[in-house]
C-alpha cells in the first residue's frame, strides 16, 4: 500500500531540513513552515519581491546554484523559539540567532559569503523555487534508494541532495512518474484526506551533484544521472512534459479548498486520475 513514509520541510530555503510527523497546507498549496525564510543576496533595507526574484545561480537568493559555501552551513530552526542556530560543518562552535530581529544574522551571514545578505521571511507560502505548482513535492523512497545506489550514496545523502517535501513508501521506484501527463493536465491525487495535483517531474539542477555537508561535487554526477536515468526510465512513462532525463521528483499544486488540512506520516496515499489543469 503507497503510503506517506516521511515529511520534510526546510524553514530556511537551501539550509538544513527538519523531519515532521504532519505538516498543515498553507496559502499557495505550501506546507507550514517549508521555506518560511530565505537569504536574499542584498542589504536587508534593499526591496525584494519574491514573485519576481530570480531563483537561478546569478539571481536574487543565496542557494546552493550561486555558492557551494551554503552546503557547509549546519543550521536547526527552533519554530517555538523562533530562533535560528548556525555553525559551520567541521567545527565545534555554533551561533544562535532570533530570527524576528535579524540585523546580528544578516551580518554573520554576510561576513560568511562575502557578500550582502539579509534573510527575509514569507509565512503566506514561502519561498518556493517554483511558484506556479508551489504544492510540495513528491518523491518515493525506493527512487532515492535506486539512485543513490548509483552514487554509491546512503539513503540520507539522496534525501539531503534532492530535497523533497514528501517521502512516498510502499511503491517502487520511479513511481512518482506515474504523479504528472501532459502540459495542460494534473494527475489527482490523495494524501490522506488532502487531494493535491501532480504537474511536473522537477529538473533538477547542480545542487544534487554536491555532498551536502562540504559541497564537493561528485565526479561526472550529471552524465551519470542521465544515463542511469534512461536506463530505468519505466516502459509506461510517455508524457510530454518528460522531455530531458535530467528530471526526478514531481512538483505538485494544493487547491484551494484543501487549504488548512493536515498530512501526516502514515496517511495512505491513492492516486484519483488525470484532471485538466486549472489556469
Given at each position: 500500500?503507497a ?7 526546510y524553514?530556511?530555503?537551501s ?5 515532521r ?23 536587508e ?5 519574491p ?9 536574487d ?6 555558492t ?5 552551513l549546519?543550521?536547526?530552526?527552533d ?7 548556525l ?39 514561502g ?12 518523491v ?20 539531503r ?13 520511479f ?22 495535483l501532480?504537474v511536473?517531474p522537477c529538473?533538477r539542477?547542480v545542487?544534487?551533484s ?13 552524465e ?5 536515468r534512461?536506463e ?5 512513462l510517455?508524457s ?6 535530467f528530471?526526478?521528483m ?5 487547491p484551494?479548498r ?14 484519483l486520475?488525470t ?5
Amino acid at each position: 500500500m503507497a503510503e506517506l513514509r516521511r515529511i520534510t520541510t526546510y524553514p530556511v530555503k537551501s539550509l538544513d531540513p527538519q523531519v515532521r510527523e504532519a505538516a498543515r497546507v498553507v496559502e499557495r498549496g505550501a506546507l507550514d513552515g517549508d521555506r518560511e525564510y530565505a537569504m536574499v543576496a542584498a542589504p536587508e533595507d534593499a526591496p525584494h519581491d519574491p514573485e519576481t526574484a530570480s531563483v537561478g545561480g546569478r539571481g536574487d537568493y543565496v542557494n546552493g546554484k550561486r555558492t557551494a559555501r551554503v552546503h557547509r552551513l549546519r543550521s536547526t530552526v527552533d519554530r517555538e523559539a523562533r530562533t535560528l542556530t548556525l555553525r559551520e560543518h567541521g567545527s565545534e562552535g555554533s551561533l544562535t540567532f532570533d530570527l524576528d530581529d535579524r540585523a546580528a544574522l544578516n551580518a554573520w551571514l554576510s561576513d560568511y559569503f562575502g557578500e550582502p545578505v539579509s534573510v527575509r521571511r514569507e509565512p503566506a507560502g514561502g519561498f518556493p523555487d517554483d511558484r506556479q505548482h508551489s504544492g510540495p513535492t513528491v518523491v518515493s523512497t525506493a527512487t532515492l534508494r535506486e539512485v543513490a545506489s548509483w552514487f554509491d550514496l546512503d539513503l540520507d545523502s539522496a534525501r539531503r541532495r534532492f530535497r523533497a517535501s514528501l517521502e512516498i513508501g510502499g511503491v517502487p521506484a520511479f513511481w512518482e512518474d506515474r504523479l504528472y501527463a501532459d502540459r495542460g493536465e494534473a494527475v489527482a491525487f490523495r494524501v490522506g484526506d488532502v487531494e493535491l495535483l501532480g504537474v511536473n517531474p522537477c529538473q533538477r539542477c547542480v545542487v544534487p551533484s554536491r555532498d551536502p555537508d562540504t559541497g564537493e561535487a561528485t565526479l561526472d554526477f550529471r552524465e551519470t544521472f542521465i544515463r542511469r536515468r534512461g536506463e530505468t526510465r519505466p516502459g509506461w512513462l510517455d508524457s510530454e512534459r518528460y522531455d530531458h532525463d535530467f528530471r526526478l521528483m514531481v512538483n505538485t499544486r494544493v487547491p484551494e479548498r484543501e487549504w488548512g488540512k493536515t498530512l501526516r506520516t502514515g496517511d495512505e496515499v491513492e492516486v484519483l486520475g488525470t484532471r485538466s489543469l486549472p489556469t
